[in-house]
């Protein structure tokens, strides 16, 4: 009777901590040769995925490199720093206080628009980011010593006042520009340790928005490029190293490791690849990155449900420029158009076809659940496409 009481106890012991293990997972793909995987165009998909084009007004002479969607409102920054050039030796154009930087609001609904706030100074602000509650953004003052500062505004508090919250002399970094992103109470970036001195030289820090704190994260990291956001989607952080073969220069990389962390039910997912890596991405169905900025036809796809990884093929939709994850879709922004990539179907359509009066963009994760790209801009007005998952399809 000892002795199988004693096995049982065992038996309970290796149950618990297998459990345990299955939140933190290693998956070692290094050895796996690529196969370029093909996908058919389909036009079911367009019945998934909402695309409306939004339009929002700019002042006059104002030029808008940063803004933010959540669900019916945008958010932007609008400067005149190009206005106010001497681009043709003609003598620059006098500033006034109409002149000075500001953040923006637009109602989609009833086209109204904002002041939310105005720089004391012809100053660049951008990186804009919001979860509905707070809108943040990076902005550069040329009056002061510092190279980047974040900036807070509330907005559900009436009369709310812009306050900085925290800004470069607060790190130990090297960057001078971070690209901020909202997760759950925290703001999350990259910074930089000495490049000469570090194998992997990025750090991840978070700041605290209830405990005003910054702690550093995770260090021991690489970026493809340094103005790549920290991805954020569905409680899921990604994060990625990368290695030179051995006797490789340091920077001549050739395999990776991402790291996938559950935020909000814990535990980690490790994967190692056999591909350079760039930009990856991750939410609650796949993990997608690409291999270099040099390299536009492929994209890696890891499956969390069938374990396999796979690399797709983007020739026939004419490479990407960016891409972002939408629930179980991949959308992808190419110089054509904007596509859509059903992996468990390996099916693919066009959702947008830019021609003459739309083109390519950057990619962004909305707080909202949707991707958001701007595919426009002129004196007036700047437009952006705005694409989310029809669930009821």
Partial sequence: MGKRYIALILMFIVSIAGCGSRDDSLFDFR????????????DHLKEQVCLGIIDVPIPEHAYVSSWAVYDDMVYYEADYIDYLTDHEGKGAIEPTAEHRTKVMSYDMHSGETKILYQAEDIIAITDLCTDGKILIWEEYPRLENVSWRIKMLSLTEKDSVAETIFSDGDTEGELWDIIPNLGEQKIYWYDQDDLETNEHPIKLYSYDIIKKEIKLEKE???LASPYEQISIIDGKICTYEMYAPDGAKQRNFKTGSIYIEDREKGGKITLLTPSKIMYPLA?????IWGESYESDDELWLYDYQSGQLECISL???????????LDDLIIVSTRNG?????????TYTNLLLFGEEYCYGHIWHALDGSACMQIDSSEEKISIAKMYKDHRS
């Fill in 31 to 42: 050895e796996q040769k690529k196969e370029m995987v093909s996908y058919t165009e389909s």
């Fill in 220 to 222: 021991g990291l690489d």
């Fill in 315 to 325: 020739e026939e939709i004419g490479g990407e420029f960016a891409y972002m994850l």
């Fill in 283 to 287: 939410n609650d169905k796949f993990c």
């Fill in 338 to 346: 904007i596509w859509c990539i059903e992996p468990e179907t390996q």
